[in-house]
């Protein structure tokens, strides 16, 4: 996913997208020896859904008393109210749940699919082809193999209650739905005789129209070689679209994005299961570090992209297929401090209406607190739009960018105007308003064409990007021990504000402390400092 992802919901366009590129399989260690080929499209996709929550076990076999997997989290929903979703899995009672194997041939399917342009919900196919793609080899037992997982994908059921996001209607809905309605198996002696086929059910398939799709390296997953790795891949592929560094409650992680069972109960023992997964996705160059902090159940994992940048930033390239900005769904719960919160916050001004550059120059230079307060006016400005109101229908980019722009001066729902006003001022540091307020003819022909930054406002940019890839790179080789003892000190010095915040922005609080101490550590220089260098 090294380009910004530009998705089109028609078949035509998305069939266009699709390259050939030649590869060759390479022998692997492992029970089934890989085959060889020239050149074969190795392009694949995943569903976004289904890349969200697990689907299957982390075992190639399962208990046969077992019938449900279930898993819950929370997420701030478009109009910033938080959603508990839960994602229910059951299996056929004769054919159980699927395996971790399951996921390896639900993505063969998808890859077969997309390499039909995703046209029908029934897609034709030999087994032969499907084996090769899945690299398996096409003895006897493969095939077995093949039938049994298409059998536990035909019987599971999902329940998501505001786990499914439709990216037609761009919200979390409640859906009862399958993945396969079904399957025909035509062995015959000419493997390029294409008889057999499955029928995609109606939900995913829409799903799949709509867009709601992104790239995979299916040779990288397939060659991948832990169950926990390949599940963390899929989630962690997703999620680096929007951030470089990402940051997750460690018993949220495990157990309700990876499907670790609930019976490791204990940070350490989650710990030396994650961290061969890790291990191998970081000699893999897809991670360039993790490292944990907390501790018991307040424990956390942060993990860094290779790439250094959030992929979705990146400039754009004709016909890839992948989420898109208006794709995306609602900024989630994690973690979203700092830089990465600049720049959720400038995505979130650009998929509304507002230029790259305008958006850079009305986020630069702001205070934590003013981020996060025009994260609130957004946030207000949805809902404006959803209820049509008058006060929006003129211009409803020019209303957020007003809003945006003023954020000390904008009235949100609850506040009273004088109150807002004698709050901010008390504000002391003025440079952090001053380089978004137009004073002058410069500054106003500056508004009028926002290509032309300042000066000031280009350099401070640079600077943020500076200090975040110092940061990531300190906190990829800082001992996880050094940045834990980093992280209690902090939490030590802000108990007192626990009780009066919540417990996410508490984390937030707390790693913003743990930043300013990294920098401090490498001798990073203030911004000024930092000009004359």
């Known amino acids: 996913m090294n380009e910004r992802p530009h998705e089109s919901s028609h078949a035509a366009v998305l069939a266009a997208s699709i390259q050939t590129?030649?590869?060759?399989?390479?022998?692997?260690?492992?029970?089934?020896?890989?085959?060889?080929?020239t050149a074969h499209n190795r392009s694949a996709r995943d569903e976004m859904n289904l890349a969200e929550f697990p689907l299957t076990v982390l075992s190639t076999r399962?208990?046969?008393?077992?019938k449900t997997l279930e898993f819950k989290d929370s997420v701030r929903g478009k109009n910033g109210e938080i959603l508990e979703r839960s994602w229910i899995i059951t299996g056929a009672d004769k054919f159980g749940l699927?395996?971790?194997?399951?996921?390896?041939?639900?993505?063969?399917?998808?890859?077969?699919?997309?390499?039909?342009?995703?046209?029908?919900?029934k897609i034709f196919f030999t087994r032969y082809e499907l084996l090769r793609t899945l690299k398996w080899t096409t003895e006897g037992r493969s095939y077995q193999r093949l039938q049994k997982a298409l059998d536990r994908l035909s019987g599971v059921r999902i329940k998501a209650t505001n786990a499914f996001f439709d990216n037609e209607n761009k919200a979390h809905s409640t859906r009862n739905f399958g993945i396969i309605d079904g399957y025909e198996i035509h062995s015959g002696k000419d493997v390029n005789e294409k008889t057999s086929f499955f029928t995609w059910?109606?939900?995913?398939?829409?799903?799949?129209?709509?867009?709601?799709?992104?790239?995979?390296d299916l040779d990288f997953y397939l060659d991948l070689q832990s169950a926990v790795a390949k599940r963390l891949y899929r989630y962690l592929d997703k999620h680096f679209w929007y951030k470089s560094k990402l940051e997750f409650d460690l018993f949220t992680l495990a157990h309700e994005k990876l499907g670790v069972p609930r019976?490791?109960?204990?940070?350490?023992?989650?710990?030396?299961?994650?961290?061969?997964?890790?291990?191998?996705?970081?000699?893999?160059?897809?991670?360039?570090?993790?490292?944990?902090?907390?501790?018991?159940?307040?424990s956390l994992v942060t993990i860094f992209s290779a790439q250094g940048k959030a992929k979705v930033l990146q400039s754009p390239q004709k016909n890839s297929v992948a989420p898109t900005d208006t794709q995306r769904e609602p900024?989630?719960?994690?973690?979203?401090?700092?830089?990465?919160?600049?720049?959720?916050?400038?995505?979130?001004?650009?998929?509304?209406?507002?230029k790259a550059p305008q958006a850079t120059r009305l986020i630069a230079g702001r205070s934590d607190e003013m981020v996060l307060r025009i994260e609130k006016i957004i946030?207000?400005?949805?809902?404006?739009?959803?209820?049509q109101s008058r006060l929006i229908s003129k211009s409803p980019v020019g209303f957020l960018y007003r809003a945006v722009e003023n954020p000390e001066t904008f009235v949100l729902s609850g506040e009273q105007k004088q109150d807002r006003q004698q709050s901010f001022q008390n504000f002391t540091r003025q440079d952090e308003l001053q380089p978004l307020k137009p004073r002058n003819k410069v500054a106003e022909a500056e508004k009028s064409d926002p290509t032309k930054l300042p000066q000031t406002t280009e350099e401070l940019t640079q600077y943020i990007i500076a200090k975040t890839h110092a940061l990531q790179a300190a906190r990829a080789s800082l001992d996880p021990k050094q940045i834990g003892a980093m992280t209690a000190e902090v939490e030590k010095a802000l108990t007192n504000l626990r009780t009066c915040i919540s417990p996410s922005r508490f984390r937030e609080a707390v790693h913003h402390g743990v930043d300013e101490k990294i920098l401090k550590h490498?001798?990073?220089?203030?911004?000024?400092?930092?000009?004359?260098?």
């Open 21 to 37: 590129n030649p590869f060759e399989y390479s022998s692997s260690a492992g029970s089934l020896p890989v085959l060889t080929s």
């Open 62 to 66: 399962t208990d046969p008393s077992k």
């Open 98 to 121: 699927p395996t971790a194997s399951d996921d390896e041939v639900l993505l063969g399917l998808l890859k077969l699919t997309v390499d039909s342009g995703i046209r029908e919900r």
């Open 201 to 216: 059910s109606e939900t995913i398939f829409k799903s799949f129209q709509v867009g709601f799709i992104k790239k995979l």
């Open 263 to 298: 019976t490791y109960q204990f940070a350490s023992s989650i710990k030396q299961l994650l961290d061969p997964a890790f291990e191998e996705l970081k000699e893999r160059n897809f991670i360039s570090g993790f490292s944990y902090g907390g501790k018991g159940k307040g």
């Open 331 to 354: 900024i989630e719960s994690t973690s979203s401090e700092g830089s990465d919160k600049r720049q959720e916050i400038m995505h979130a001004l650009i998929e509304r209406g507002i």
């Open 379 to 387: 946030q207000h400005f949805d809902l404006l739009v959803k209820n």
């Open 522 to 533: 490498i001798s990073f220089p203030e911004f000024e400092a930092w000009k004359k260098k």
